[in-house]
């Protein structure tokens, strides 16, 4: 396969990088060792052949023997394990509180907030797990307005909420389908087991089989009926599927129907504070570590901070940052209310990034958003936030935080990210990605991500991934490059990014049929890029002594 990538190229005449074509063929794909595989984020299309982000480039070539300053990175997530050992020493501390004095001793609202606030503890101690989704809450707040009323019978006034009421039990019922369907798929599995199991006990009594035992069973048997049996089993066997998964999972999607779509559910009602009261922040607690079952903010802590070149764990973007932990994400969808205390908290206490690897299809106060950006803006912090993992086109479906409203983009400061995936092909996107050529300004490597969890590192997959690559990345350069501002970190990381000139598959939702032809993959971003360290470093360096030269 052959095809033209769009790179950016520094002019020592311009401190704004043009545009070079270089042509690629990758006819052979290139077969990735271990390492390779779970470093290939960091390797270089030209270098390696793999669209990573040419991290280990930009360490070898440009970063070599440099030491920037210290840089706050604030994670607005669901929780963190602290005590990993490999980002224990990444995390913030606020010099200006004495720890468990139960003192407010910087005066900023919040006691003992030694590495941040944890907006879903009480301060009683204990954490809300579960809350309900977007679309549960509009039809609660609209439907003593709207039911049984058709769009004639609104005025002009409410039009706009009413239609959004509409989206709401669209949104609705499609979850409860899903949902449903998953327990009848376990129930389904479930009873498969039982069948294969009683008709096993004819050659294991004790039911003690393997999956090797199976296999012999399927060798010498001639019965046509037993063999497909005999391979649902060892599947089962392979993936340790039993009755007792399929009930935890039954379980798990039974409290789903009780949290997230029920409408009687009160996701606030041991933090005690009113939701719809932005200066109540009576609520929260120090305690970041949460429930200690939660493994994602520990994911997104890693692949942006995860300590480098220490031998243990895995490498993240950089040494020269600290995260201020912010606990804003439930199981379910998050509160308007938290992520704006949570942003104004991180600048408030010196963050320069906020990551926020959140996202949910409804907004209950969009205003307290949008201030909150506005907010963050005046003070010169940049906002990286993931861009969803539904397969939607964002040009016509919906994933808050967003930094658009009826009117428009309103602050400049703000990078919503989409994921790539490591193969150089017409497979370059995660097929689960959100996408727009409006509302996603750019792509950062987000499948298959080897990271850190509690128990153990392994891959996964998400935008949540992708936007801790490009927070990282602004990190580097306001670290080496103080003097740019976020709204100059922006402009560099998009225009700097590299433009494959390449075919995709376009991403569709869960239970849609797969679109019958490819789309360019410029048309799925703003930008139309996938974020590149090494050139973002290079064109911070023109544009940084550009700064010098004016002043």
Known sequence: MCFCIVAAC???????????????????????????????????????????????????????????????????????????????????????????????????????????????QTVQGGNIQYSRFGCTRIIEKYKPIFENKTLQNIPSNKIKQFKEYQRAIKIFQKEKKYILEDIAAYKRIKNKFIEVDSLLTKYFPRK????????????????????????????????????????????????????????????????????DDISDISYGNNNIQGSKRGSHGTKVMSVLAATRNNDIGINGISNSLKVMFLGVAP???????????????????????????????????????EEAFKYAESKDVLIVSSAGNKSYDLNSEFDYPDDYNENGEYVKNFIKVGASSYKADSTMVWLSSNYSVKNVDIFAPGHKIYCLSRS????????????????????????????????????????????????????????????????????????????????????????????????
Not at 339 to 365: C, Q, T
Not at 507 to 534: C, D, H, T
């Open 456 to 551: 153990r590192a392994r891959n996964s997959s998400g935008t949540s991934l992708a936007s801790a690559v490009v927070s990282g990345i602004a990190a580097l350069i306001r670290s080496h490059y103080p003097n740019l501002s976020a709204i100059e970190v922006k402009e560099i990381i998009l225009e700097s990014g590299i433009s494959f000139d390449v075919d995709v598959v376009q991403p569709y939702p869960y239970g849609e049929k797969q679109p019958p032809n490819k789309i360019p993959f410029s048309s799925l971003s703003k930008s139309g890029k996938i974020v590149n360290a090494y050139n973002a470093l290079l064109m911070a360096e023109e544009v940084s002594k550009k700064k010098r030269r004016k002043k």
């Open 10 to 120: 520094t002019s020592s005449k311009s401190t704004l990088q043009k545009s070079q074509i270089l042509t690629a063929s990758f006819a052979k794909k290139k077969t990735l060792t271990k390492t390779e595989k779970q470093n290939w984020h960091f390797k270089d299309i030209y270098e390696d052949s793999i669209p990573g982000i040419s991290l280990d480039k930009a360490y070898r070539e440009l970063l070599k023997n440099k030491k920037g300053s210290t840089i706050i990175v604030a994670v607005l997530d669901t929780e963190l394990d602290i005590e990993h050992k490999d980002l224990k020493n990444q995390i913030w501390i606020n010099s200006d509180e004495i720890p468990n004095n139960n003192i407010d001793d910087d005066n900023n609202g919040y006691l003992d907030d030694i590495h941040g606030w944890n907006y879903l």
């Open 331 to 369: 199981l379910g969808n998050e509160h308007d209310k938290d992520i704006a205390l949570a942003i104004r908290y991180a600048v408030d206490n010196g963050a320069k990034i906020i990551n926020m690897s959140i996202g949910k299809e409804f907004s209950m106060h969009p205003e307290w958003l």
């Open 208 to 275: 003690n089989y393997t999956i090797s035992e199976i296999d012999s069973i399927s060798k010498i048997t001639n019965d046509s009926l037993l063999k497909p049996q005999l391979r649902f089993m060892k599947y089962y066997l392979k993936n340790n599927i039993n009755p007792k998964w399929a009930d935890e999972n039954i379980k798990n999607e039974k409290i789903k129907l009780d949290t997230w779509l029920d409408f009687s559910y009160n996701d606030r009602k041991v933090q005690g504070d009113n939701i």
